[in-house]
């Protein structure tokens, strides 16, 4: 359930039509009352996304994903509720005010709101010594080796920590933070971790600060060491925090957004600074994880935006193992993956500066498929000219060709693999490792969306009438609906519609509804308010609710039927129970014939 009072919901919802916005991402096209696209949610060739600006629904016939516009923000933007329903507010120009929360929730949602407080002043501080203190002078002369100037340190807010022991822990003190919440934003470190109330100190000190975003929020940092000879880390990261997942945050995601899903390809650069010099000479379809390699939460967020990879790391054994490491993450999202070899000795950033952008757009066009790369390295090296290398050649590709989840593209991948190394399909086969079990439940987890919820027909026709009948819904709510429903079995989401303040003629009030469901729920329903509604609703939510009963009264009858016969009951017990089976044998012959032809 969100934070957001029911009323904002609303007024966010109206105030974002679904066609604007899900058309913003990418291309729709109109299909009689509906609009049409290929579904961003799974793979497909026909397409089967669906949105309805009649009833401002989305649904994908394909997975089963459906819902509200903040639905689709949700699922497409990898975000939890709130933050999808403030980006529609922003969009739309709406305030939000959230409702009161638990004591242990404000607690959280007031740390996390201090952290990202503190994380701005701290951009802001390390921002001001870089462009204003002497002291930052090795800084800005780094930075300028590299090509970055002060417009471009300025859009990326890019800084300096003071080599100092305690300048953040003074700033933050003097700005009012307190010590627990300096501690918590991983700003300063505890000389001894096992006492969380003892000393700390600043844990970046002397480097090129690196803002990491998430949304329009910094969440933390990155810190680069400006001495050459330097004993310490080249980079120093944030540590995991409540705002920070490392594997979870891809850089620069913040700016490139757009142009990846323009793109519907990412370029995947190993450090920062390539990723800004890249995106500051016009190729702006750029990303950098925090590390090397690819973790499976970020290939996910990727997958959102992309349906291709370009691996651009350094032109060395450290950047083949990169690619390689980041294989499974990508593959498991049927992502295609290919391959830009740079120059030796080449960077992307030293690259585009040395040679301009248009030398690095055809590296990046003539970037091979990740396999034909494997294959061109393996086949560099002088015993895969032997059959033993060739063997080994064919076991290392195998090896990765498994990774690969979607059976088609597997084929499809092997055929070729096949012919390059001159071996038998049969042969290869053999070689394949089988998925997990884990493997495939998880691929048919991400191709299926959520747990689909299946209703039986009668079930469904009472959700349809009490979405869209306001007779039918009044009449259904004048009976005893919570009593009948409560062991019925897949009833829990009709218990939720009837028990919630829809009104029948107000689709935003459905909407405000959906925002209470889990994922598998909204799909339910945006699949039924897509559907008519029967000719005569009256009628059927009669049938429809006689029918449950019979089916109430009829279990009830079979759950007394088999204590009857268990051994050694009281008399007394049985005849009670005899007499309870006759009375609902006279109450199911009581229960009047349906009013319209059977369904």
């Given at each position: 359930?969100?934070?957001?009072?029911?009323?904002?919901?609303?007024?966010?919802?109206?105030?974002?039509?679904?066609?604007?916005?899900?058309g913003a991402y990418f291309p729709?096209?109109?299909?009689?009352?509906?609009?049409?696209?290929?579904?961003?949610?799974?793979?497909?060739?026909?397409?089967?996304?669906?949105?309805?600006?009649?009833?401002?629904?989305?649904?994908?016939?394909?997975?089963?994903?459906?819902?509200?516009?903040?639905?689709?923000?949700?699922?497409?933007?990898?975000?939890?509720?709130?933050?999808?329903?403030?980006?529609?507010?922003?969009?739309?120009?709406?305030?939000?005010?959230?409702?009161?929360?638990?004591?242990?929730?404000?607690?959280?949602?007031?740390?996390?709101?201090?952290?990202?407080?503190?994380?701005?002043?701290?951009?802001?501080?390390?921002?001001?010594?870089?462009?204003?203190?002497?002291?930052?002078?090795?800084?800005?002369?780094?930075?300028?080796?590299?090509?970055?100037?002060?417009?471009?340190?300025?859009?990326?807010?890019?800084?300096?920590?003071?080599?100092?022991?305690?300048?953040?822990?003074?700033?933050?003190?003097?700005?009012?933070?307190?010590?627990?919440?300096?501690?918590?934003?991983?700003?300063?470190?505890?000389?001894?971790?096992?006492?969380?109330?003892?000393?700390?100190?600043?844990?970046?000190?002397?480097?090129?600060?690196?803002?990491?975003?998430?949304?329009?929020?910094?969440?933390?940092?990155?810190?680069?060491?400006?001495?050459?000879?330097?004993?310490?880390?080249?980079?120093?990261?944030?540590?995991?925090?409540?705002?920070?997942?490392?594997?979870?945050?891809?850089?620069?995601?913040?700016?490139?957004?757009?142009?990846?899903?323009?793109?519907?390809?990412?370029?995947?650069?190993?450090?920062?600074?390539?990723?800004?010099?890249?995106?500051?000479?016009?190729?702006?379809?750029?990303?950098?994880?925090?590390?090397?390699?690819?973790?499976?939460?970020?290939?996910?967020?990727?997958?959102?935006?992309?349906?291709?990879?370009?691996?651009?790391?350094?032109?060395?054994?450290?950047?083949?193992?990169?690619?390689?490491?980041?294989?499974?993450?990508?593959?498991?999202?049927?992502?295609?993956?290919?391959?830009?070899?740079?120059?030796?000795?080449?960077?992307?950033?030293?690259?585009?500066?040395?040679?301009?952008?248009?030398?690095?757009?055809?590296?990046?066009?003539?970037?091979?498929?990740?396999?034909?790369?494997?294959?061109?390295?393996?086949?560099?090296?002088?015993?895969?000219?032997?059959?033993?290398?060739?063997?080994?050649?064919?076991?290392?590709?195998?090896?990765?060709?498994?990774?690969?989840?979607?059976?088609?593209?597997?084929?499809?991948?092997?055929?070729?693999?096949?012919?390059?190394?001159?071996?038998?399909?049969?042969?290869?086969?053999?070689?394949?490792?089988?998925?997990?079990?884990?493997?495939?439940?998880?691929?048919?987890?991400?191709?299926t969306g959520p747990e689909p919820?299946?209703?039986?027909?009668?079930?469904?026709?009472?959700?349809?009438?009490?979405?869209?009948?306001?007779?039918?819904?009044?009449?259904?709510?004048?009976?005893?609906?919570?009593?009948?429903?409560?062991?019925?079995?897949?009833?829990?989401?009709?218990?939720?519609?009837?028990?919630?303040?829809?009104?029948?003629?107000?689709?935003?009030?459905?909407?405000?509804?959906?925002?209470?469901?889990?994922?598998?729920?909204?799909?339910?329903?945006?699949?039924?308010?897509?559907?008519?509604?029967?000719?005569?609703?009256?009628?059927?939510?009669?049938?429809?609710?006689?029918?449950?009963?019979?089916?109430?009264?009829?279990?009830?009858?079979?759950?007394?039927?088999?204590?009857?016969r268990t051994p050694d009951l009281?008399?007394?017990?049985?005849?009670?129970?005899?007499?309870?089976?006759?009375?609902?044998?006279?109450?199911?012959?009581?229960?009047?014939?349906?009013?319209?032809?059977?369904?």
């Amino acid at each position: 359930m969100s934070l957001i009072p029911p009323e904002i919901i609303e007024q966010i919802i109206a105030a974002n039509d679904i066609v604007e916005v899900i058309g913003a991402y990418f291309p729709l096209k109109r299909s009689g009352p509906v609009y049409k696209a290929l579904c961003p949610f799974h793979q497909e060739r026909t397409p089967s996304f669906s949105v309805n600006p009649q009833r401002q629904i989305f649904k994908c016939f394909g997975c089963g994903a459906g819902g509200s516009v903040i639905r689709f923000v949700m699922n497409y933007e990898n975000l939890d509720f709130v933050a999808a329903a403030k980006k529609l507010a922003e969009r739309a120009g709406i305030e939000i005010v959230q409702a009161e929360l638990s004591a242990e929730d404000e607690a959280r949602y007031s740390m996390s709101r201090r952290l990202k407080a503190l994380h701005a002043e701290a951009t802001e501080f390390f921002h001001w010594h870089l462009m204003k203190k002497p002291s930052a002078q090795i800084a800005r002369d780094y930075l300028k080796s590299r090509g970055v100037g002060g417009e471009i340190a300025k859009s990326w807010k890019l800084g300096y920590a003071p080599d100092e022991w305690d300048a953040m822990r003074d700033f933050a003190q003097t700005n009012h933070f307190s010590e627990e919440e300096l501690v918590a934003s991983g700003l300063v470190k505890l000389r001894d971790e096992e006492n969380p109330h003892g000393e700390f100190y600043d844990r970046f000190r002397a480097r090129v600060m690196f803002p990491i975003y998430k949304e329009d929020d910094v969440i933390a940092f990155s810190g680069r060491v400006l001495e050459a000879d330097a004993k310490a880390a080249k980079y120093v990261n944030s540590p995991e925090t409540m705002l920070f997942t490392k594997g979870a945050v891809l850089f620069g995601l913040n700016k490139s957004k757009r142009a990846l899903i323009e793109a519907k390809s990412a370029i995947v650069c190993e450090g920062q600074l390539d990723l800004i010099t890249a995106f500051e000479n016009g190729v702006q379809n750029v990303i950098a994880p925090q590390g090397t390699a690819f973790t499976d939460k970020q290939a996910r967020i990727l997958k959102r935006f992309v349906d291709e990879v370009v691996l651009c790391f350094d032109a060395d054994i450290a950047g083949e193992k990169a690619a390689e490491r980041s294989l499974a993450s990508l593959l498991a999202e049927n992502l295609m993956v290919r391959v830009a070899e740079m120059p030796q000795g080449e960077d992307p950033d030293s690259m585009i500066r040395g040679k301009g952008a248009e030398a690095f757009r055809e590296r990046i066009t003539a970037a091979k498929d990740f396999f034909d790369f494997q294959i061109d390295r393996l086949a560099s090296k002088p015993e895969f000219a032997t059959p033993r290398g060739k063997m080994q050649a064919a076991r290392k590709t195998a090896e990765s060709i498994s990774l690969i989840r979607d059976a088609v593209l597997r084929e499809t991948v092997m055929h070729r693999v096949t012919q390059r190394l001159e071996v038998s399909a049969q042969e290869f086969v053999k070689l394949l490792k089988a998925p997990t079990t884990k493997a495939l439940e998880e691929t048919a987890s991400s191709e299926t969306g959520p747990e689909p919820i299946v209703l039986d027909e009668r079930l469904r026709l009472l959700t349809l009438l009490a979405l869209k009948d306001a007779g039918a819904r009044e009449w259904l709510l004048a009976e005893a609906w919570d009593t009948m429903l409560q062991d019925q079995p897949d009833a829990e989401l009709l218990v939720k519609i009837l028990g919630s303040d829809i009104r029948p003629d107000d689709d935003t009030s459905i909407h405000v509804f959906l925002s209470t469901l889990n994922a598998a729920e909204e799909s339910v329903i945006s699949g039924v308010l897509g559907e008519p509604l029967p000719p005569q609703p009256m009628l059927t939510v009669h049938d429809c609710w006689r029918d449950l009963e019979c089916r109430r009264v009829r279990r009830r009858m079979e759950t007394i039927q088999a204590r009857v016969r268990t051994p050694d009951l009281a008399l007394e017990e049985v005849a009670k129970m005899q007499k309870e089976i006759i009375d609902l044998q006279k109450r199911l012959s009581d229960i009047s014939r349906p009013l319209s032809p059977p369904l």
